[in-house]
């Protein structure tokens, strides 16, 4: 396993994405890498991998749902600074996940992980960003 493997991994099987909580009147934003395959091999190798490169995915799961025919997936999931130090990492290695890649490095570049004190601005700016990858990933141009 290798950095360029890795990208071409996440750049296939891969989603990048920032996700919105609400509750109580209140907004937590969050960034998130998944990489997703049926071979659980492949996902432990990726697993050592990032491991290697000091970045902790917070979860490796299984998705088997009963009755259905399909084969089982494994997930990889890394969130908030995980996320964005993996994006970094990846900065200029991603080939058609790129814009998803650089909402990210945005992402990063303006706040930290931390939802305390972003202030009214920020969280206008979260929210931008938000929109953009998600019309990213509906497959518009």
Same mark, same amino acid.
Not at 39 to 58: C, E, N, R, T, W
């Given at each position: 396993?290798?950095? !360029?493997?890795?990208?071409?991994? %996440? ?5 990048l *994405? ?9 907004? *937590?934003?969050?960034?998130y %890498? *998944? $990489?997703?395959?049926? &071979?659980? /091999?492949? $996902? !432990? ?7 290697? +490169?000091?970045? @902790? #995915?917070?979860?490796?799961?299984? !998705?088997?749902? #009963?009755?259905? #025919?399909? @084969? *089982?997936?494994? /997930? $990889? ?8 130090q993996?994006? @970094? %990492?990846? &900065?200029? @290695?991603? /080939?058609?996940?790129? #814009?998803?890649? =650089? /909402?990210? +490095? ?8 931390? =939802?305390?004190? %972003? ?11 938000? !929109?953009? $990858?998600q019309?990213?990933?509906q497959?518009?141009?």
């Amino acid at each position: 396993m290798n950095l !360029d493997y890795l990208a071409g991994l %996440i750049d296939g099987e891969g989603c990048l *994405t920032i996700s919105v909580r609400r509750q109580y009147n209140k907004e *937590t934003f969050r960034p998130y %890498i *998944t $990489i997703t395959n049926t &071979d659980k /091999v492949l $996902i !432990d190798a990726v697993y050592d991998f990032l491991m290697s +490169l000091g970045v @902790k #995915p917070f979860a490796v799961q299984h !998705d088997r749902r #009963p009755g259905n #025919p399909r @084969k *089982t997936c494994y /997930v $990889i999931s890394l969130g908030g600074k995980s996320a964005l130090q993996l994006a @970094k %990492i990846l &900065d200029g @290695k991603l /080939v058609s996940k790129t #814009p998803q890649l =650089n /909402v990210l +490095l945005r992402y990063a570049k303006g706040f930290s992980t931390s =939802n305390k004190a %972003i202030g009214e601005e920020g969280r206008d700016l979260r929210r931008s960003l938000l !929109d953009e $990858i998600q019309w990213i990933n509906q497959g518009c141009p």
